[in-house]
């Protein structure tokens, strides 16, 4: 017969460049999600468990010498016409009276992403404190923080919802 072909031999080489071509697309695949999963992450929450392990006493000890305080944080957290994020903060003392000789800083704080994050410079007039930041709408995490000299006395940590 002159029109029969012979069926095609499967060799070793074939096998060997199949093999070759199948972990050669497995490893080209996993390099490229490697590269996109480590670029991408924000949410390192500590640089080291072991140094916050080991500060965890000192911040039992803070929160209750906060609690011995027993001030009143109470702020709001709003867009003004311009688009910027408005933070006003009142501090009281346990009699109701404000809370001076104190000064804070604040931190929107996104809950995934600390890349993410917002500082905003506070001012401060009579236990009163104001601040702008420019944070997209959003679940964020407000920390502010309070100090007297360069000892922190306070801290407050909320969930808020930006619109």
Do not use: C
């Amino acid at each position: 017969m002159k029109g029969s072909r012979k069926p095609r031999e499967l060799t070793g080489r074939h096998v060997l460049l199949w093999i070759v071509g199948f972990f050669g697309i497995v490893f080209v695949v996993n390099g490229i999600m490697v590269r996109a999963a480590t670029s991408t992450f924000g949410g390192l929450e500590t640089q080291s468990s072991y140094k916050a392990g080991l500060m965890f006493e000192q911040e039992v000890v803070r929160a209750e010498r906060q609690q011995d305080l027993g001030w009143r944080v109470d702020g709001t957290l709003m867009r003004d016409k311009s688009g910027e994020a408005q933070l006003d903060i009142a501090v009281r003392d346990a009699h109701g009276a404000p809370v001076a000789g104190i000064a804070a800083d604040a931190t929107l704080a996104h809950p995934a992403d600390s890349r993410l994050d917002h500082v905003i410079t506070l001012s401060a007039r009579d236990g009163r404190f104001h601040g702008e930041a420019s944070a997209a709408p959003g679940q964020w995490e407000l920390i502010v923080d309070f100090y007297r000299g360069a000892e922190r006395v306070f801290r407050s940590r909320s969930r808020v919802t930006l619109q």
